[in-house]
């Protein structure tokens, strides 16, 4: 069964500091990973996409990891501001048919910043 | 990029009426995507609606329940019919650009609550 695990659920940090997000799949096949950012309220946005060759991809404060032979993504958020506030969800796509991708979600990670 | 809007934003409903949520998009697109995000859970696919043709439903989601139109290429409907507080959800709709690593955006959500 194609899944994608997030972890942590939900995790409190601190205006300024760094964090990482960890993403666990088990999806076949594989053709690309992708992280998207949720506020409340709000429909996802996505923050990178990464095919099976990448290993780095960075959006700004963002940066993305890539470890195909373990199935494990991570997402680094630097340098935390109070809008990085939201859900982090970590998506992964089990192929490209019939003119598009099939994803599979993550539950996502609740990231706070606090002042 | 792809400019999403959707209808009502929120709504509170009785059980057993019916809600039909809009989806409007900035730019005409071949597949929209109808999603549903229940409380503190991953997005899961209810259907695919490719214009001038039947919607494509995944497993566990029906047309009888959830009847989807798509008049044209950048406007789409989901009707949920016959609710029940199970449906109580955030709905959204999104597109996908061309190619195997399109991005996807979405629109902001309608958030259903049934009483």
């Known amino acids: 069964k194609n899944q994608v695990e997030q972890s942590p659920q939900s995790l409190i940090i601190l205006e300024g500091k760094n964090c990482t997000l960890q993403?666990?799949?088990?999806?076949?096949?594989?053709?690309?990973l992708r992280w998207y950012k949720q506020d409340t309220g709000r429909g996802p946005v996505s923050l990178t996409i990464?095919?099976?060759?990448?290993n780095t991809k960075s959006n700004g404060r963002y940066t993305a990891t890539l470890d195909a032979d373990t199935k494990q993504s991570s997402l680094h958020i630097t340098a935390s501001q109070l809008s990085d506030s939201a859900s982090y969800i970590c998506?992964?796509?089990?192929?490209?048919?019939?003119?598009?991708?099939?994803?599979?979600f993550g539950a996502g990670t609740r990231l706070a910043v606090h002042p | 990029s792809a400019v999403i809007s959707q209808k009502p934003s929120r709504d509170i409903c009785q059980r057993g009426t019916s809600l039909t949520i809009q989806c409007q998009v900035d730019?005409?697109?071949?597949?929209m995507f109808w999603y549903r995000q229940q409380p503190g859970q991953s997005l899961t696919l209810i259907a695919t609606?490719?214009?001038?043709?039947?919607?494509?439903?995944e497993s566990g989601f029906v047309i009888d329940k959830f009847p989807i139109s798509r008049p044209n290429l950048t406007f789409s409907t989901l009707t949920v019919s016959n609710m029940s507080p199970e449906d109580s959800s955030i709905y959204l709709c999104?597109?996908?650009?061309?190619?195997?690593?399109?991005?996807?955006?979405f629109g902001p959500g309608t958030r259903l609550t049934v009483t």
């Open positions: 999104s597109v996908e650009k061309r190619g195997e690593i399109g991005e996807q955006y």
């Open positions: 993403c666990n799949y088990t999806v076949s096949p594989f053709s690309n």
């Open positions: 990464m095919t099976f060759s990448e």
């Open positions: 998506v992964v796509s089990a192929g490209f048919s019939g003119g598009y991708n099939k994803l599979i």
């Open positions: 730019s005409q697109v071949t597949m």
């Open positions: 609606a490719n214009q001038g043709s039947e919607a494509t439903y």
